[in-house]
């Protein structure tokens, strides 16, 4: 085993994503809970997760919430709702047998085709 602060604990060699998947996936086996985590079940807890996310920002000015979400007590609590909505997209993902690492890649590559720095640099690109 490795560690690091980036990593925390993980098997020589072990890819990060494929990590947090094998223990996204063992939390969910130890307590006899993939019988709940149909693809369905997943994207709806994932969608409240992304709901209780939503709300912290809810009524904060756009141009004050990287200041206001960089303050301690808000960045961990912004910091929840993330994890919670990361570990509902990983489980999903393995669910699906989907590899979210070469899945997420792919995405960016594809993206990086139709988006052209020369062509969107500095503007949001017009829906295709």
């Given at each position: 085993?490795?560690?690091?602060?980036e990593q925390g604990f993980?098997?020589?060699?072990?890819?990060?994503?494929?990590?947090?998947?094998?223990?996204?996936?063992?939390?969910?086996?130890?307590?006899?809970?993939?019988?709940?985590?149909?693809?369905?079940?997943?994207?709806?807890?994932?969608?409240?997760?992304?709901?209780?996310?939503?709300?912290?920002?809810?009524?904060?000015?756009a141009h004050e919430a990287?200041?206001?979400?960089?303050?301690?007590?808000?960045?961990?609590?912004?910091?929840?709702?993330?994890?919670?909505?990361?570990?509902?997209?990983?489980?999903?993902?393995?669910?699906?047998?989907?590899?979210l690492a070469a899945v997420?890649?792919?995405?960016?590559?594809?993206?990086?085709?139709?988006?052209?720095?020369?062509?969107?640099?500095?503007?949001?690109?017009?829906?295709?």
């Open positions: 085993m490795t560690e690091s602060p993980a098997p020589a060699g072990e890819p990060e994503v494929a990590e947090l998947t094998r223990l996204v996936r063992e939390f969910s086996v130890e307590r006899d809970w993939e019988q709940f985590h149909d693809p369905k079940s997943l994207i709806l807890a994932m969608v409240g997760e992304v709901g209780e996310l939503a709300e912290l920002f809810q009524w904060v000015p990287v200041t206001r979400f960089s303050m301690e007590g808000r960045q961990a609590r912004a910091g929840e709702e993330i994890a919670d909505v990361l570990i509902y997209l990983i489980r999903l993902a393995d669910v699906l047998g989907l590899d997420t890649r792919a995405k960016l590559a594809d993206s990086s085709r139709r988006f052209a720095v020369d062509e969107v640099h500095g503007r949001a690109p017009e829906k295709e």
